[in-house]
C-alpha cells in the first residue's frame, strides 16, 4: 500500500507532495489542520471515517478565522477525502490529515494578499497515546487566552505552546501533559480533552476554559447521555479536583479515549481504569469501527 496525498488539486504520491521553502505558513503558521480518523473493520473489510463532516466543519470554521480561502465544499472535501482514502488502500487504521494554508511564496507578517490552498494526505497509524494507562503531569506551560489566538481553532502555529507542554511532560517522565487555562483551572491535554468522574457523573472543562472543543469530547458526551444515562457536567475544574477524581480519561481522535492513572505522581482512585471510563471506551470503539447500528449517520465507508 503507499500514502497518497490530495496536492495543488492532484492525486499523486505522499513523497511527490512538496511546497516551496519561501511558503508563508511554514514560517508564520499561517495554516489550519483537521485529523481524521479511519477505523478499519476486519470482519467486514471496510474503513470507516469516522464524523468527517463535523471536522470539516470546523476547519472551514477556521477559515473564516484565519482569512484562509478555502476552495471547496464540505461535501467536496468529503469526496476528495473518501477517493484519497480509497485510493491509498490501507486495511488498517489510518490517519487522515487535511491542512488549509496561506501558499503564497512571500514573506511578511500578515493573513491579507496571500493566497491559499488545500491538501490532505493519508498515513497509518496506531494509537497516539500507546499505553493502558497514561501517567500525566500538569504542565508550567498554560494555554494562551482567546485574545492572543483563539484556542476554538486548530491553527498550526498554536501548537507551538502544545509542543512545549508535550515536551515537558516527557522529559519529566509522564506520557501527556495536562495544560491550566490562563487563570489556573484545567484547560486541556497536548492533543485531548480530559473527563474527570465526580459523583458518577462526567465533568470536563468547559469553552471558556480555553479549550478546543473537541469532537471526540462531543461523541463520548452523546454516548454517555445516550447508551448509558449519565449526565456531562461543562464547567471550570480546579486542578486540585484532577487529585480527587473517581475516574480520569483523555480523549481525541488520535488518542482515542486513554484512561488515566496518576497525576503528578498521585494515583487516580485504584491506578487502574474506571468502570465508567471502560463501558463508555467499549461503546466508543464499537462505534468508530462501524459495529453499532444506532450511530452509523457518524461513519463513512471507504470502500465499494
Not at 478565522?65 to 465544499?73: A, R
Not at 487566552?145 to 517522565?173: C, H, M, R, S
Not at 478546543?212 to 462531543?218: A, D, F, S, V
Not at 448509558?228 to 464547567?235: A, D, K, M, N, S
Request: glycine content about 8%.
Amino acid at each position: 500500500m503507499t500514502s497518497y496525498a490530495y496536492f495543488q488539486k492532484k492525486f499523486i504520491p505522499l513523497s511527490e507532495a512538496k511546497i516551496g521553502v519561501m511558503t508563508h505558513c511554514l514560517h508564520y503558521g499561517t495554516a489550519l489542520f483537521e485529523g481524521i480518523r479511519g477505523n478499519w473493520n476486519d470482519e467486514k473489510k471496510q474503513t470507516y471515517i469516522f464524523r468527517m463532516k463535523e471536522h470539516y466543519q470546523r476547519l472551514q470554521d477556521g477559515c473564516r478565522v484565519l482569512k484562509i480561502d478555502l476552495p471547496y465544499t464540505i461535501d467536496e472535501l468529503c469526496q476528495i477525502t473518501i477517493e484519497l482514502t480509497r485510493k491509498s488502500g490501507f486495511q488498517e487504521d489510518i490517519y487522515i490529515r487535511p491542512l488549509a494554508y496561506k501558499s503564497t511564496e512571500a514573506l511578511g507578517v500578515r493573513l491579507h494578499n496571500l493566497e491559499s490552498d488545500f491538501l490532505a494526505f493519508v498515513i497509518p497509524w496506531g494509537p497516539y497515546l500507546d499505553v493502558d494507562m497514561a501517567k500525566c503531569g500538569v504542565s508550567s506551560w498554560h494555554r494562551p487566552p482567546d485574545n492572543v489566538i483563539p484556542p476554538q481553532i486548530k491553527a498550526a502555529g498554536l501548537y507551538i505552546n502544545n509542543a512545549l507542554a508535550k515536551t515537558e511532560a516527557i522529559d519529566n517522565g509522564y506520557h501527556e501533559a495536562i495544560m491550566l487555562s490562563p487563570d489556573g483551572c484545567v484547560s486541556e491535554g497536548t492533543g485531548e480533552n480530559i473527563f474527570l468522574v465526580i459523583g458518577g457523573k462526567l465533568v470536563t472543562p468547559a469553552n471558556y476554559n480555553n479549550i478546543l472543543m473537541g469532537i471526540t469530547r462531543n461523541t463520548v458526551i452523546e454516548l454517555a447521555k445516550n447508551d448509558l444515562g449519565i449526565e456531562t457536567v461543562e464547567r471550570s475544574v480546579s486542578r486540585g479536583e484532577l487529585y480527587i477524581a473517581e475516574e480520569c480519561f483523555l480523549t481525541g481522535t488520535a488518542a482515542h479515549i486513554t484512561p488515566i492513572a496518576e497525576i503528578d505522581h498521585r494515583q487516580i482512585a485504584n491506578g487502574k481504569i474506571g468502570e465508567i471510563t471502560k463501558k463508555i471506551q467499549k461503546i466508543y470503539f464499537d462505534v468508530i469501527r462501524g459495529k453499532n447500528a444506532k450511530y452509523m449517520d457518524w461513519c463513512t465507508p471507504v470502500y465499494k
